[in-house]
Structure formats: C-alpha cells, structure tokens
C-alpha cells in the first residue's frame, strides 16, 4: 500500500507520532512537565499516555503490510525483494539517529575529557553491549539499557521481528473470511495475557506485540470484507468515531480496567482495528481532514519524526535549554517541537525516500 492508497491512515500517522513526541517531552525534569502538571486531570493522562499510540503504530504496520503484499507471490526473489524493502525502510533514518547521537555515545563510552566520569560507569563489555544493541537494533529484546540514547528505537526491533515473520502469519489470513478472522482477532487478544501467565519476559516485547501486528492483518481482510461490502465505503466514521471515543475514554479511565487480569492495551487492540478500518474506508470530517495534502506529507515524515525526535531532544536540550542560550522550558519546547518537524521533513525528501529507493533498486539489479 502506497501513503497515497489510505491518505487518512497516513494524516494519521503525523499526530501519534506528535503523542509519542508530547509523552517524552512532558515526563519527569523534561521542558514541559510543569506545563503538562498544570493541565485538567483529563488532558494530563491523555498526554502521558503518548506511550499507548505505539500499539497504533504496530497495528497500522500490520495494515499496510497485508494491503501492499495482498497479491504476493512468494518465491526466492520476491521473499529478496520484500526483506530488502523492509530493510530500506527501517534502517536508513535509523542510522542517521544513530550518526546524529554519535558524540554523545563517544562522550559517554570513551574516557575522553568530557566524558571521563561517564565512561566510568560503563565497562568494556557493557560497552560493547551496548553498542551492539544499538547497531543491530535489539533494544526490544534486552530491556532496559542503562542509557537513552535512542529509547523509541525498542520498537523497530518489533517491527524487524513481524517483517521476518509476515510472509508466515500473512499466508493463513490472505483470504480469510469472518471466521477466521474472528479467531485471528481472539488470538491476537489472549495471546499476551497467555505469553504473561506462562512466563516468557517481559523483555521480549517483539513477542508480546505480535499481537498488534496480527490484529492489523486481520484488520486488512475487515477492510476488505467491508469494502467489497459496498455499503461501507464512504461511511467510516460508523466505526472510527464510536471506537476512537472508546480509545480516548480508556486512556484518560486506565484504573477501569484495573483488576480485569489483562492491561489496557488488551483492551485497545480491538478499538485500534475498528479506528484503522474506518479511515480506510473514509468518510466524515476527520478523515478529510486528514486526507488533506499537508497532512499526508507530515505523515510521510512521521517515521523520521518518530526516530529523530530522541536524538535532536539530546541536541536541543544541550544547547537550547542547559545551554548558553538557556531558553525557558515552553520555548525550548516550541522550538524543539518546529525543529523536529523541519528536520524531519527534509530528511524523508532529501534522504528517506531516495534511499529506500535506491537500495530497492540496488536490490532488483542482482
């Protein structure tokens, strides 16, 4: 599936990586925690639970996979041809963090001047650990890593992980009907609560949200029932509204759930297909909306935004806020928020896009 094939599901994607941005800089000692403390009780929870939109994320991966390879023919080449695309679509910005962090990692893993107390804390295997981590993007395997340097990057070894396992998981769905999506959908749900009650770690997040990553395939085939349906198309809103005020209730309501024996994200997996399946199939004023052109490029660059906002927060933070300038904590905000959004924006016009593209073309050559 192209940006261009769902736009509303693209729009989309811009605003919860805003969420997840908003989340990050409003925790504890960040630019706008006093802002964010001061907000009704409400808005307060919605902000801090900016975490909950990489569920979306996920789910919406599972979405577009399922539509883009809907007519696959798997072979050696195309399986070739697949993996590199996934790979060109992860790893190039991905480095380009990995670049823009570059002197803090020297700083804090090599006993120079500036970073001697640092390096101190760190031994030569943890470093090299550490490293290795970051490089290979395993972050979703080790839990905590003592250092930040790129905390969002855990997700893309979840998404490393579905790329590897789709051509599998998608071949029992690709032409499902209501039955077997309806088991699909029931796996998705009591696959985590079952992963949590038999013991495999918590650590190993690439296991526990293949969940997501399933129910955003099985969304795929909604889609599709629905559409071939031909009452439903134009007339999404039936599902995206109700599910996306459901969404929101929960998120500002988590203690409801409290007792339940399964966490919020249980309870948000099913909400988050209705909401997918609804933009997809149009309809209503917030679909247009984002539909429109400036969306749908903002939600081109969300995936740039996604991985730099971390790497340039450690820049602005550095110099716009501890630094000389000694900005207050709302304007080094604003100007963090407007420079992520231009950096990443040139960064999916300028080297997003051409890379991809080039090393799919590399890749078709062989």
Known sequence: MTADYLPALTGLRFWLAVWVILHHICGKGMMLEAWTNALPGPAYTFIHGGYLAVQTFFVLSGFVLARTYAQAKWDR????????????????VYFVGLIVLSPFIIEMLLPSAIGKQLASAFTTGQSVNL??????????????????WNTPAWTLSCEFFFYLWFPVLFAGLRNARWRMISAAMVVAILAPIVFDHTGVPWNWKPIYHTADFVAGIAAARIFVLLTESGWWQGRGYWLYVPAGLAFVWLIVHPHVVDGSGADLNTYLRPLNVAILVGLGLGGGVLAKWLSARVCDFLGKASYSMYVLHVPILWWTGRYLVHGKLHLSRPEGAAIYLTLVVLVSGIVYQWFEAPASAWIRARQKRL
């Open 77 to 92: 080449r195309s399986l070739g041809r697949y993996f590199t695309a996934r790979f060109a679509r992860i790893y190039p």
């Open 131 to 148: 490293l290795a981590n970051y490089i290979f993007v395993l972050q979703g395997w080790t839990g905590s890593l003592a250092v930040g």
